[in-house]
């Protein structure tokens, strides 16, 4: 199996958590950020009341010189979203010099209407793989310049890098270990209010393969069902800890409602970039992972690890959208 094992130190030891501070407040940035969220929407109000003007005679659809009639009011809708976007962005390049970016992170496109048809890795199969086990993949089939990123287990809960996430408007995935997250339930309810999907990374995150079926199945079956009761919804996609699985995990979380196992293509830090590929690049559609710690575990916070991780994407030309939109 390409993945990696466990040590001492990211078993099923227990680290040293933050409690939930007070956030800090910059009315100055607030308030600008909240004007142009306001011009946003009134930008969108304005181009949708204004589409049905006109100061002169229009020709009929099938005249002579007309053009196929378009749905009332689209060229103003788009107009509006093109204003819209314009804005959101100014709103995000606020944003980003409050949070200490070295840039703006770049918008990333409107998800596909269909999503892409994903299937395992070559080399990342199981004995018995066929069609009917969810795909282990490292990226999403896609030619946008986009990224996704990952946040792992649970741990560290600093308050910052939810309000830096939602002013930033960079979406990112939850992979759960309930070992961790339970003293803290109301964190992750927090997240997911403000758009964070809660995925399946299991109970007390052992390495699957040494674990009997019932084992895996405990681990596995039993974070699905806690998921649910505490969040109101069952993930679709689970993600085995160190990356490690066999055809017992994946039989398994198939039948817990599991549909995906997306893995990763490069790890973040807050002083480097970890990559799986040779040329130690980013690709189109590539799985970053990284990990809920703080300073306890790493030389840096939360939010020193998005500015390190976002440098990198943006300097790079790439967008992070949100995996659930194509997975």
């Not at 039993?222 to 160190?242: A, V």
């Not at 690049?281 to 790493?298: A, E, Q, S, V, Y």
Request: one cysteine or more; glycine letters at 10%.
């Amino acid at each position: 199996m390409n993945g990696r094992r466990p040590d001492a130190t990211t078993g099923g030891q227990r680290r040293a958590r933050r409690g939930r501070g007070h956030l800090r407040r910059r009315p100055g940035y607030a308030v600008l950020a909240a004007l142009l969220v306001a011009a946003v929407g009134s930008g969108c109000a304005a181009g949708t009341g204004e589409s049905g003007a006109g100061s002169g005679a229009k020709l009929q659809a099938g005249q002579p010189g007309a053009q196929a009639q378009a749905p009332a009011g689209a060229l103003g809708t788009r107009a509006a979203q093109a204003e819209r976007a314009e804005l959101a962005q100014a709103a995000r390049a606020v944003a980003a010099k409050k949070w200490g970016l070295a840039s703006t992170p770049l918008a990333a496109p409107v998800p596909p209407a269909v999503k892409p048809r994903i299937t395992t890795r070559k080399g990342f199969e199981v004995e018995g793989q066929d069609d009917s086990l969810p795909p282990v993949f490292t990226t999403v089939p896609t030619k946008d310049k986009i990224v996704f990123l990952t946040m792992d287990d649970g741990d560290d809960k600093d308050p910052e890098l939810l309000r830096m996430m939602s002013e930033l408007n960079i979406p990112y995935s939850a992979f759960l270990s309930d070992y961790l997250v339970r003293d803290d339930y109301t964190y992750f309810k927090d997240a997911q209010e403000r758009g964070v999907t809660l995925n399946n990374h299991t109970l007390n995150h052992r390495y699957m393969p040494g674990l009997s079926h019932e084992e895996q199945k405990q681990e596995i079956c039993d974070q699905q069902d806690i998921i649910e009761k505490q969040f109101g919804k069952r993930p679709r996609l689970f993600r085995p800890p160190y990356g490690n699985y066999n055809t017992d995990t994946l039989r398994i979380a198939k039948s817990c409602g599991i549909t995906a196992v997306p893995l990763w293509a490069e790890e973040a830090f807050p002083d480097h970039m970890e990559w799986r590929e040779e040329d130690l690049d980013l690709h189109p559609g590539d799985i970053i992972l990284t990990h809920f710690r703080g300073k306890n575990d790493w030389k840096g916070s939360m939010p020193d690890l998005i500015r390190a991780v976002m440098k990198v994407v943006t300097d790079k030309g790439y967008a992070v959208a949100r995996l659930e939109d194509y997975v």
